[in-house]
């Protein structure tokens, strides 16, 4: 089977972010323990008008508490959700809600969230729009046709019907 490059496809990969306060909506979140042993959520938002996605961290720090509510109160108040939430489960009701944030450029020009903005000062941006053109990270949106399964059962062959 031959690959058909696509150059199009290519410079599309190469689209970032830009900079600036986006509306994103929590695509997932994975329950996990930081390299430090510490419980956390590894979150992935979608970004309205964009195919690309972006990540973040919530690290619950039983040392900082303070830091740990603030950074939680942050998406309180960004996405309209509950803040009583437990470190190892998925949070009920977080997933599919919509809030805004704060994009910067790394120094490699990656998108990364700087902050959340509450939803009282994201009233001035767009409403949410679905990408154009979204890109799954499990495959391809136009995977080539499928070859029909093998038969359920296969006949028993016996070693001196074989031509080797």
Known sequence: MAWEYSEKDYQDSKITIPAGR????????TPKISKTGK???????????????LF????????????TNGNIGDIVHSFGVSGQIDPELVPVGWVGT????????????????SYFVAKEKAADLPPWKEPEHKQECHGDPNPAPVPPAPPAFYPSVDDADLPF
């Open 22 to 29: 986006h509306r994103v909506r929590i695509a997932s979140i």
């Open 39 to 53: 419980y956390m959520y590894e979150m992935t938002f979608d970004v309205s008008g964009y195919s690309s996605r």
């Open 56 to 67: 973040n961290y919530l690290v619950f720090m039983p040392d900082n508490p303070k830091m």
């Open 98 to 113: 919509v809030g805004a944030c704060m994009v910067k450029l790394d120094e490699e020009s990656r998108s990364k969230i």
